[in-house]
């Protein structure tokens, strides 16, 4: 009973510890934002080393945060359950509504759609734990990049969700519920629909941040804008290889869904990297130390 009520009160110690964070995180990114943006460029960069327990300990809390952070976004989830469940039923081209095996399924169902939806209305404050975390490791330079990206990463993702679930997925669907209808009877499957539905959503949630991603490694001096250019035709052949993992089915119609928008965002990754990281936060460094 003792080793019981230790644990309870030692969850219950992390869970009032992880409110706690969710509701300071965002006077906290102010702060951050403030002292990053305050400082000028001169001012040296101060980096704290910390042993492995402490940084397994700050993951924990902010894993602990997001949870906590999640749990309204999930609430609201499960209210718009249902009625995304009967817009993707119609979607989908299930007249008659789509089939379960399980006398559970409906109910496990409307958890997913409600996670699945939580997952997408939490994701800027995810974001932030991940960037938060790694935050003590990078220069002030760095830093100010990855902030200035943060609003763009949030709006790229809901993007690319919506036009999975919009676009993409009734397509796909439209596309297939009509193949060969004298030789098949189209009922689909729940579980089956819902997967499908999120597994373009997620997928293109997050192929959708292609553009942030290739301007922040121009910014940071990794990857410059004119090698980007040479890579054209090898991002073609990822693409596509993307968007096979991305799709559900594999048959050339829902890939070119796919693949085409992500081409589009290569190409928008290389006009924004070549209008706004003409100059990388390296080459900036190294010019200034050669001046002193």
């Known amino acids: 009973m003792s080793t019981i009520a230790r644990t309870t009160g030692r969850v219950s110690g992390l869970a009032a510890s992880a ?26 960069d101060v980096f704290t080393e910390m042993p492995l327990t402490e940084h397994l300990r700050e993951l924990r ?45 409906p109910l496990m169902l409307t958890f997913k759609i409600a996670l699945y939806v939580a997952v997408a209305l939490g994701m ?12 003590p490791g990078m220069t002030r330079r760095e830093k100010r990049v990855l902030f200035a990206a943060l609003p763009f ?10 036009y999975g679930y919009f676009i993409a997925a009734p397509q796909a669907l439209h596309f297939l519920s009509g193949w060969n209808t004298k030789a098949f009877l189209w009922q689909p499957d729940g579980p089956e629909i819902i997967s499908f539905f999120m597994a373009l959503m997620l997928g293109l949630g997050f192929a959708f941040q292609l553009p942030i991603i290739m ?5 940071i001096g990794i990857v410059p804008t004119s090698r980007m250019r040479k890579w054209r035709r090898y991002a073609i052949l990822v693409n596509t290889v993307a ?9 050339p119609f829902n890939m070119m ?14 006009i924004i990297s070549s209008a ?15 001046r002193t």
């Open 19 to 44: 409110i706690v964070s969710a509701a300071r995180s965002p006077s906290l990114l102010y702060h951050e934002l403030r002292d990053v943006y305050r400082a000028g460029d001169t001012t040296p």
């Open 61 to 105: 809390q902010r894993i602990m945060t997001t949870v906590v952070a999640l749990i309204p976004a999930f609430i609201l989830g499960f209210y718009w359950a249902r009625p995304i469940l009967d817009d993707i039923s119609v979607k989908a081209n299930a007249t008659s509504g789509m089939d379960v095996r399980s006398p559970t399924e």
């Open 124 to 135: 800027p404050v995810i974001v932030y734990e991940f960037v938060a975390f790694l935050a």
């Open 153 to 162: 990463i949030a709006v790229l993702f809901l993007s690319g969700a919506g």
């Open 215 to 219: 301007f922040v490694l121009a910014k």
């Open 243 to 251: 968007a096979a993992v991305i799709t559900p089915s594999t048959d």
């Open 257 to 270: 869904l796919v693949a085409v928008p992500l081409y589009l965002l290569y190409e928008l990754g290389i």
């Open 276 to 290: 706004f990281a003409k100059t990388s936060i390296r080459s900036a460094a190294a010019a200034s130390s050669t």
